[in-house]
């Protein structure tokens, strides 16, 4: 294990690429699927196209048939790290929300991993990281109907003792904690975030420090029960009519089985990215966003120093 570094922490994905489905396209969709619309957001300098966790989604698309999968279209980048964060947040609200006009009888799941994992939480959270330069609303309460499972893999932003937060650690901060967790427990039932005991991103301040290979080992040990999560939504979304209970659930109280109780913490070690509709390009908010970049990047050149 290595020391864990401040903010300026590493965000590049560093894991071996998989190849389970056939990449995805990151043009909006012209048609309505029957099943489950996937969008992904993939991870750090990650090639354009869902990333790794393809391996998820075409999981799902296998299980639901009629399902559809689409990458969102943003940078991923490392050294402008934040702008592509609010690009990639702006991008897959307007991909929601176009898709939802499109077809407004829609379910759809959101799929993030490390860098697209933020994504996906500051769109249905907002972003509220205090150590981000940009802050954003949560997304219109009108897509609770149509948005059934959110998967998240390494995020970031991962506030510690969240109902919705799995994995073998549950009770530490992430990199870029969340501030404003109200904003995401309306989709509790709706979302799991996982994280592994001494990743760099999710876990930085593991007491043991981190442990640079844990970012990697999601897909191995998550993705049949990330499958069988949305599965389960997708289940439940055709059994009942999607109202707001007074737990923030569009499902009844106990409407989830198995895979929706959270999981006691475990006590092993580890085996392990605004709802604007165009890319955020505003000079100030650009100007916040390569500065922080300039720090990321120096601090990664301390690590490897």
């Given at each position: 294990?290595?020391?864990?570094?401040?903010?300026?922490?590493?965000l590049?994905?560093a894991?071996?690429?998989?190849t389970?489905t056939p990449?995805?396209p990151i043009t909006?969709p012209?048609?309505c699927a029957?099943?489950v619309?996937?969008?992904?957001?993939?991870g750090?300098t990650?090639?354009p196209?869902?990333?790794k966790i393809r391996?998820?989604?075409g999981n799902?698309?296998a299980?639901i048939p009629g399902?559809a999968i689409?990458?969102?279209?943003?940078?991923?980048?490392?050294?402008?790290y934040a702008e592509s964060v609010?690009n990639g947040t702006?991008?897959?609200?307007k991909l929601?929300?176009?898709y939802?006009?499109?077809?407004?009888d829609s379910k759809?799941a959101?799929?993030g991993?490390?860098?697209?994992a933020?994504a996906v939480a500051?769109?249905?959270?907002?972003?509220?990281s205090e150590?981000?330069?940009?802050?954003s609303?949560?997304?219109?309460?009108?897509?609770?109907k149509?948005?059934?499972?959110?998967?998240?893999f390494?995020d970031p932003?991962?506030?510690?003792?969240?109902?919705?937060?799995y994995?073998t650690?549950?009770d530490?901060?992430?990199?870029?904690p969340r501030l404003?967790?109200?904003?995401?427990e309306?989709y509790s039932p709706r979302?799991?975030?996982w994280c592994d005991?001494a990743?760099?991103?999710c876990?930085p301040?593991?007491?043991?420090?981190i442990d640079t290979?844990?970012?990697?080992?999601?897909f191995?040990?998550?993705?049949?029960?990330?499958?069988?999560?949305?599965v389960?939504?997708?289940?439940?979304?055709?059994k009942?009519l999607p109202?707001?209970?007074?737990s923030?659930?569009?499902?009844?109280?106990?409407?989830?089985?198995t895979?929706?109780?959270?999981?006691l913490q475990s006590?092993?070690a580890?085996?392990p990215?605004s709802t604007?509709?165009t890319?955020?390009?505003?000079g100030a908010?650009?100007?916040?966003?390569?500065a922080?970049?300039?720090?990321?990047?120096?601090?990664?050149?301390?690590?490897?120093?």
């Amino acid at each position: 294990m290595v020391s864990a570094l401040p903010v300026a922490g590493l965000l590049v994905a560093a894991v071996a690429a998989q190849t389970v489905t056939p990449d995805a396209p990151i043009t909006a969709p012209t048609s309505c699927a029957s099943g489950v619309q996937i969008f992904v957001a993939r991870g750090s300098t990650e090639a354009p196209g869902m990333g790794k966790i393809r391996t998820v989604a075409g999981n799902v698309t296998a299980a639901i048939p009629g399902s559809a999968i689409t990458a969102v279209d943003y940078p991923a980048s490392f050294d402008d790290y934040a702008e592509s964060v609010m690009n990639g947040t702006a991008n897959l609200g307007k991909l929601v929300k176009d898709y939802v006009k499109l077809c407004p009888d829609s379910k759809i799941a959101l799929l993030g991993y490390s860098q697209g994992a933020q994504a996906v939480a500051d769109l249905i959270c907002g972003a509220s990281s205090e150590l981000m330069p940009v802050k954003s609303a949560d997304l219109d309460d009108i897509y609770d109907k149509n948005i059934i499972a959110m998967i998240l893999f390494g995020d970031p932003t991962r506030a510690a003792n969240q109902t919705f937060n799995y994995g073998t650690v549950t009770d530490r901060d992430g990199l870029f904690p969340r501030l404003k967790n109200d904003a995401c427990e309306p989709y509790s039932p709706r979302l799991r975030s996982w994280c592994d005991v001494a990743d760099r991103y999710c876990d930085p301040s593991a007491p043991g420090g981190i442990d640079t290979t844990v970012h990697g080992t999601y897909f191995n040990k998550y993705t049949q029960v990330a499958k069988d999560f949305v599965v389960e939504q997708w289940n439940l979304s055709q059994k009942y009519l999607p109202t707001r209970s007074s737990s923030g659930s569009v499902y009844p109280t106990g409407a989830t089985g198995t895979n929706g109780t959270r999981p006691l913490q475990s006590s092993s070690a580890p085996v392990p990215t605004s709802t604007s509709t165009t890319p955020v390009t505003a000079g100030a908010s650009k100007t916040g966003a390569a500065a922080f970049g300039a720090v990321v990047m120096a601090g990664v050149a301390a690590f490897l120093a």
